[in-house]
């Protein structure tokens, strides 16, 4: 099989799949930085802890924009987008994002979006809680550990959730310099299966996962 993570991140996942299945599996990004952290780890087989980790098939990485990239890539048995990672665009941009998925799977290829759909998601939500972080290494150097501060808001008006975190080491030093801040569009369930419809996939099926996640899977 030839698989497509995207977007990809620090490559957790397509490192993980890399070592229990022979397949091609490629991973994009827009971020550069995490591209270099996932080429990294998977040219030095380390998980995502950066730990020995033997690898069946090395997976290969690119910083690309999920919206522009079926040219380059593409013949892909399956494609996911996991841990809600749709709806960053605007409405017709997130067209355009599934319209690149669509063209660089194969004839009969599968799709996986793992996301949060406004039926799964309050009015009034909003989270705000502290988690600590283990010592860690990025690229081989090492980091004490620390609090990773996390903020969600949703708002019911623009169906956005709003999105800040950052790192607090016990040494001191903050991880990035700035909190990083993005905000996710959030839709329906029928929103997702008419965007899929329009954009010319088939067969589209429906399945809950943990709260509150839904998985829409979806065929060329």
């Given at each position: 099989m030839k698989i497509l993570d995207v977007p990809c991140s620090y490559g957790k996942h397509v490192i993980m799949l890399a070592s229990k299945h022979n397949c091609d599996i490629f991973g994009i990004d827009i971020n550069h930085i995490e591209i270099d952290v996932a080429r990294y780890r998977a040219e030095h087989e380390l998980d995502v802890n950066e730990k020995?980790?033997?690898?069946?098939?090395?997976?290969?990485?690119?910083?690309?924009?999920?919206?522009?990239?079926?040219?380059?890539?593409?013949?892909?048995?399956?494609?996911?987008?996991?841990f809600w990672s749709f709806g960053y665009f605007g409405d017709e941009e997130d067209k355009k994002v599934l319209k690149e998925f669509y063209n660089a799977l194969?004839?009969?290829?599968?799709?996986?979006?793992?996301?949060?759909?406004?039926?799964?998601?309050m009015p009034d939500y909003i989270t705000d809680w502290k988690r600590e972080i283990l010592p860690l290494k990025i690229k081989g150097k090492g980091y004490p550990g620390g609090i990773l501060h996390f903020t969600k808001v949703f708002n019911p008006e623009k169906s956005t959730l709003h999105t800040t975190w950052i790192v607090m080491l016990n040494n001191g030093i903050i991880l990035p310099e700035h909190p990083v801040v993005s905000s996710v569009r959030m839709y329906s369930i029928d929103e997702y299966i008419s965007?899929?419809?329009?954009?010319?996939?088939?067969?589209?099926?429906?399945?809950?996962?943990?709260?509150?996640?839904?998985?829409?899977?979806?065929?060329?």
């Open positions: 020995p980790l033997k690898l069946k098939k090395k997976p290969k990485f690119m910083a690309a924009d999920m919206r522009n990239f079926s040219d380059i890539l593409n013949n892909f048995d399956l494609i996911y987008n996991w194969k004839p009969n290829g599968i799709l996986l979006i793992h996301t949060i759909t406004k039926e799964n998601i965007m899929l419809k329009q954009t010319g996939f088939r067969k589209i099926e429906v399945h809950d996962s943990y709260y509150p996640i839904t998985i829409f899977k979806a065929r060329k």
